[in-house]
């Protein structure tokens, strides 16, 4: 199976602050990745997906980029409602696998 | 409108069954793939099952143990769990395919537990 490892595990930002995770894929996988967020006791929301097209809906402050191994989800501006945690998904094969998640805390 | 709408959770002994149930609706269920996701308390996202017209995968830690179905005159998915242990506790979400998971459901909670 395909191993996704995320970094870092948590950050601590500020509202307007740029941040930026990232998706390690132990073998290529193209541009087959999404991420997704998810807030306190809510259902995973896809904000990307082929690595860099946006979600309809999603704001233009998120982003992201990378193909093969490497990925970069990028929100421009952090906001107050961007408080989550994010999780990429590789669907280049089953088993699809996830990473283990990117909490982004208020400093 | 896509509606995902899970139900069939609840507390169940080691050893149990249980079957997951996903009412589809707003969109051609039969022309999508879907999946079965679940999130144990405090944890990650882990990826359960998919099925589609042609295939079906499972993750390693519910192989032989869970299956996966589908009814495309009722627009409904299912998971049937067997042989249930603690590990299996989690919210189970339901999310439909699109390569990428673009809808989820609002998840069911399982506990396994004595």
């Known amino acids: 199976a395909i191993q996704m490892t995320q970094s870092p595990s948590s950050l601590s930002a500020s509202v307007g602050d740029r941040v930026t995770i990232t998706c390690r894929a132990s073998?290529?996988?193209?541009?087959?990745l999404g991420w997704y967020q998810q807030k306190p006791g809510k259902v995973p929301k896809l904000l990307i997906y082929?690595?860099?097209s946006l979600q309809s809906g999603v704001p233009s402050r998120f982003s992201g980029s990378g193909s093969g191994t490497d990925f970069t989800l990028s929100i421009s501006s952090l906001q107050p409602e961007d408080f989550a945690t994010y999780y990429c998904?590789?669907?280049?094969?089953?088993?699809?696998?996830f990473g283990q998640g990117t909490k982004v805390e208020i400093k | 409108e896509v509606q995902l709408v899970e139900s069939g959770g609840g507390l169940v002994k080691p050893g149990g069954s249980l079957r997951l149930s996903c009412a589809a609706s707003?969109?051609?269920?039969?022309?999508?793939?879907m999946n079965w996701v679940r999130q144990a308390p405090g944890k990650g996202l882990e990826w359960v099952s998919s099925?589609?017209?042609?295939?079906?995968y499972y993750a390693d830690s519910v192989k032989g143990r869970f299956t996966i179905s589908r009814d495309t005159a009722k627009n409904s998915l299912y998971l049937q769990m067997n042989s249930l242990r603690a590990e299996d506790t989690a919210v189970y979400y339901c999310?439909?395919?699109?390569?990428?998971?673009?809808?989820w459901g609002q998840g069911t909670l399982v506990t396994v537990s004595s």
């Open positions: 082929a690595a860099s």
């Open positions: 999310a439909r395919e699109m390569s990428y998971l673009d809808y």
């Open positions: 707003g969109f051609t269920f039969s022309s999508y793939s």
């Open positions: 099925i589609s017209s042609s295939y079906i």
């Open positions: 073998q290529g996988i193209r541009n087959d």
């Open positions: 998904l590789q669907d280049y094969n089953y088993p699809r696998t």
